[in-house]
């Protein structure tokens, strides 16, 4: 039997960055995957091909609507050929994909193909899909087996007329009429691809607000940015069921009066979440403790109640983003090492990938009235930026929430060109405690949109905001 200092089931942006960091730290490592590819949700179904579509669909949406505004003359009718579309996709996943697989070979990291599961705390048994079975001996295992789309009960996925995000890109056609079920980021991102693309979008949202988690100033502007792209929005609706008559889907919602509201499309897609996907790893085996909501019970070191099994990702409590699932495989490997790592949750940004993006760190505004802190506010908009009418990005701002007293930025909130990248200096500064005073009076090259960052710390300072 082949003994492992550590064994990690999974092979998502947790799993893999947990293995790499483990082999770096000087621990034969290895990792288990049951599917033929490794990357998990984010690389194969998630993150990276969501973006490629998003951003083929976003130079088709500029060629028709935008180039002629910058004196681009293209002869005949722009066409979208979708199949290519997807298909250029599916290289960029691939390529990525095949990149994971030569950094394990580079860190010499074993890598099984099969379902892993507990045989007990310290025996991984493989089932191969080849119907063989292996078992390994880990000192140490990690969890890191992601999440899946989640459904409602009486809803019945086809996975063909209604669909989850992992059908919705790969379509073999584009939709007439998408009805999103879902005002959250994977719903507005893919029913983002498919408006640019030519398809009528309807999103019914059971909340009052779409991306209910971010602060209520980026769901309003966010709102009425996409009402102005022509998506239609059903807020406050309950959907009871959801049923398809051939090409046809049908999906009854009550609003928020209570009255019975009917939505037809050809394609609806469910997306009203994921939960954690813990099935067949056979914990009971291990004896390790699950949280009610689905989740595996961890300390603050990301350790279940059974000392040599940590858990990662979006099988543990938190923000199932792939980054966080990153910075938790590298201190589970860190602290196996017996280093001191940490990790501070309130300053994991978030973001939504639509266009204008969405991102935000820290502290929103009602979280901040809710525990009662006295702030102040900055906010600036992207259409006083040189560089943003230039590129005729002007929708959205970016809002820095300070503490009252002391300055210290607890919250930033942007919308706008490029914002997901932008985040990263907000990030930075709350990482070293910054005020915005320290924000604004930092050098930041014009013209970018990052001045808007300065100038909304300029504004949260002493409301010397420069440019408006």
């Known amino acids: 039997m082949t003994q492992y200092d550590v064994a990690i089931i999974g092979s998502g942006p947790g799993g893999y960055v947990a293995a790499i960091r483990c082999a770096q730290l000087g621990m034969k490592t290895a990792i288990i995957e049951k599917y033929s590819t490794l990357g998990g949700t984010c690389l194969n ?24 505004d910058h004196g681009i003359e293209i002869p005949g009718e722009i066409k979208v050929n979708l199949e290519k579309m997807i298909g250029r996709k599916q290289t960029v996943v691939d390529q990525t994909c095949a990149g994971v697989k ?14 892993g599961s507990f045989k007990d705390a310290t025996h991984l048994n493989i089932a191969k899909n080849d119907g063989s079975t292996e ?3 880990a000192k140490n295992t990690i969890i ?18 209604v669909i989850t995000s992992t059908e919705a890109l790969k379509l073999k056609e584009i939709p007439k009429h998408l009805i999103v079920i879902g005002g959250g980021v994977i719903g507005l991102e893919l029913g983002q691809v498919y408006k640019r693309l030519g398809a009528d979008v309807t999103v019914v949202e059971f909340m009052d607000r779409i ?6 100033a980026l769901s309003k502007e966010l709102l009425k940015v996409l009402k102005k792209q022509k998506v239609k929005f059903n807020l406050s609706h309950k959907v009871k069921s959801v049923t398809t008559n051939g090409d046809e889907v049908v999906v009854v919602a009550d609003d ?10 050809d394609y609806c897609l469910v997306s009203v979440g994921r939960r954690p996907y813990t099935d067949g790893l056979n914990l009971e085996a291990a004896g390790i403790t699950m949280e009610k909501n689905g989740t595996i019970a961890v300390n603050d070191h990301l350790q279940t109640n059974v000392a040599n099994v940590y858990a990662i990702g979006d099988v543990v409590r938190g923000a199932m983003l792939a980054h966080k699932a990153e910075e938790e495989g590298t201190m589970v490997a ?24 969405v991102a935000a760190v820290g502290k929103t505004e009602e979280e901040l009235k809710e525990a009662g802190i006295e702030y102040k506010t900055g906010q600036f908009p992207m259409r006083a930026l040189g560089r943003a009418r230039a590129s005729m990005d002007i929708d959205g701002f970016v809002k820095i929430l300070a503490d009252k007293t002391t300055d210290e930025v607890l ?44 100038e909304a710390a300029l504004a949260a300072t002493a409301d010397r905001a420069l440019h408006i």
Request: proline share 6%.
């Open 256 to 265: 928020k009066k209570g009255q019975e509201v009917t939505f037809k499309g």
């Open 102 to 115: 030569f950094l394990m070979d580079k860190n010499k990291i074993e890598v099984y193909e099969g379902v």
């Open 135 to 137: 078992t390994i001996e």
């Open 411 to 454: 919250g930033v909130h942007m919308i706008g060109a490029r914002v997901a990248d932008l985040i990263a200096e907000a990030v930075t500064a709350m990482e070293f405690r910054a005020s915005a005073e320290d924000i604004s009076r930092m050098s930041h090259a014009h013209p970018t949109y990052a001045e808007a960052v300065k």
């Open 334 to 357: 860190e602290i196996l090492a017996g280093q001191k790592p940490h990790i501070d949750y309130n300053l994991i940004p978030g973001v939504v990938y639509t266009w204008p993006e």
């Open 211 to 216: 991306v209910p988690g971010m602060d209520g």
């Open 144 to 161: 890191a087996t992601g999440s899946k789309p989640s459904s409602l009960p009486f809803i019945n996925i086809d996975k063909k007329r």
């Open 45 to 68: 179904v998630g993150c990276i091909p969501s973006k490629a579509l998003l951003d083929s669909s976003h130079h088709y949406e500029d060629a028709v609507k935008h180039f002629s």
